[in-house]
């Protein structure tokens, strides 16, 4: 009959670590669920753990040598890292940003919560305090998994406090940063496994290691904070620009209609004269022209909505833009001001923008079309391109000069779509572009 400890030798320290990437992956791991699910994250857990066995099965029966073997256990790190990036895939549908960023915070909390176990061990060790749960023991394994989740879930709770919603990592989430985090954390797993031949030297190792995560996390939270709060910045001066645009609008709106009234009196005054009346039709054609001007103002039903739309619109005529729209935009009055203002405004500068290199006038064109399905609201943008779209991100790449301010616009649409519990997706075929962004009014902020 087998014992406890060989359990613990054999199974649990074989599989430990692939069953904290995978709680880590529950807690942390955000996106569109795949389809089949739950099959998916119990596919995910046997993958993790299966991983994890193997290579640590690897290292007890194949590896010799003290170099070998820490070579062996920092290996643990990078595979166990890409095993869990591939289950985050494999379970949810996200950016390549958002993989990344929660990779190297799986293996950040992760180290976290092993180094201050092993500190605390170590302690007890040197102390030489023995309680019910030292040793190789079921209860020790325990005690374990309690730090390990202890550790988690505080990690989880900075976490939200920090980001206060769903979170989104574009300036942090770089693939050379993620490389070099994850190589300090092999090199000191390295480093312990080769140098940490006693107790002391363990010890100060883990107490080393434990404050370097700790730096390392809050540095994570710090640069993810920045992001929000830089994405913040950009949607308020969005936000404040199409006010402006509004004021303006308004503005010259009121001039026009002064100047045309000064010009209406001559020209009544002129028509009740008997040369006036041989130019009526003349005057009426002209006065029906000033009246069409009039008629850009858009009324859907939402002021926010009605302002950027008009804006927008306004610019469209100018242009040579064919503009036509379906939208009930009282479908949208669950929305705050400034992200009314943020989607709008964003989902028509890049049409806009689109139309500068297209040259034929009937295909100058974009349409705006709402609808609500199954407690959803869909908003769907169509227009022509000329030029083929280059991706970096899974995001067009702008054709503006300033390239360093490359995609704002739809990530804004993104970010806010999520916000909403909905999410934005592209389609470009047949140089026809397509943005689909589906929100569900009932989930702000839920996620």
Not at 134 to 152: D, M, R, T
Not at 163 to 190: G, H, N, W
Not at 221 to 232: I, K, R, S, Y
Request: aromatic letters at 14%; glycine letters at 4%.
């Amino acid at each position: 009959m087998m014992d406890s400890a060989w359990w613990i030798r054999t199974i649990d320290h074989r599989v430990s670590t692939g069953i904290i990437f995978f709680v880590i992956l529950m807690f942390w791991a955000k996106g569109e669920n795949r389809s089949f699910l739950p099959l998916r994250k119990a596919l995910s857990f046997f993958g993790l753990c299966a991983t994890n066995w193997i290579l640590r099965y690897q290292i007890d029966t194949v590896l010799h040598g003290s170099f070998q073997i820490a070579c062996g256990y920092s290996m643990i790190i990078l595979v166990m890292c890409l095993a869990f990036a591939g289950c985050y895939f494999f379970c949810y549908r996200a950016s390549v940003q958002e993989y990344i960023y929660c990779t190297v915070i799986a293996v950040t909390v992760y180290r976290l919560a092993w180094n201050l176990f092993k500190s605390i061990t170590a302690v007890q060790g040197m102390l030489r305090i023995h309680l019910p749960w030292s040793g190789y023991s079921l209860a020790n394994s325990i005690y374990s998994y309690c730090i390990y989740f202890a550790v988690i879930l505080l990690c989880y709770a900075a976490f939200r406090i920090v980001t206060r919603d769903y979170y989104q990592t574009k300036i942090l989430a770089k693939p050379s940063i993620a490389v070099f985090l994850i190589f300090c954390q092999m090199l000191l797993e390295f480093l312990y496994r080769y140098y940490g031949d006693n107790v002391t030297t363990a010890f100060m190792f883990y107490l080393t290691a434990l404050l370097y995560c700790l730096i390392n996390y809050a540095l994570l939270l710090v640069e993810l904070h920045a992001d929000q709060l830089q994405q913040e910045n950009n949607n308020m001066q969005a936000f404040i620009h199409n006010k402006q645009q509004y004021y303006q609008i308004s503005r010259d709106g009121i001039i026009s209609l002064q100047t045309k009234c000064h010009d209406l009196k001559h020209q009544i005054a002129c028509i009740r004269s008997a040369e006036g009346k041989k130019q009526l039709e003349k005057y009426m054609n002209r006065l029906e022209d000033s009246i069409d001007e009039y008629n850009t103002v858009i009324e859907t039903g939402n002021e926010y909505v009605d302002v950027v739309l008009t804006e927008k619109n306004i610019i469209c005529t100018n242009w040579g833009i064919k503009f036509t729209y379906i939208i009930d935009g009282s479908l949208f009055n669950f929305m705050s001001e400034m992200d009314a203002y943020a989607l709008f405004g964003n989902i028509m500068d890049n049409a806009i923008e689109s139309m500068a290199n297209v040259a034929d006038p009937q295909r100058r064109y974009i349409t705006l079309k709402a609808a609500e399905r199954n407690d959803m609201v869909l908003l769907v943008v169509e227009n022509y391109y000329e030029n083929e779209l280059k991706y970096q991100d899974g995001i067009p790449v702008t054709n503006k000069p300033e390239k360093h301010h490359h995609g704002f616009g739809l990530r804004s649409i993104m970010n806010i779509a999520q916000s909403y519990g909905g999410r934005a997706t592209i389609h470009a075929e047949n140089h026809v572009f397509r943005l689909t962004v589906t929100m569900c009014p009932s989930k702000k902020n839920a996620s």
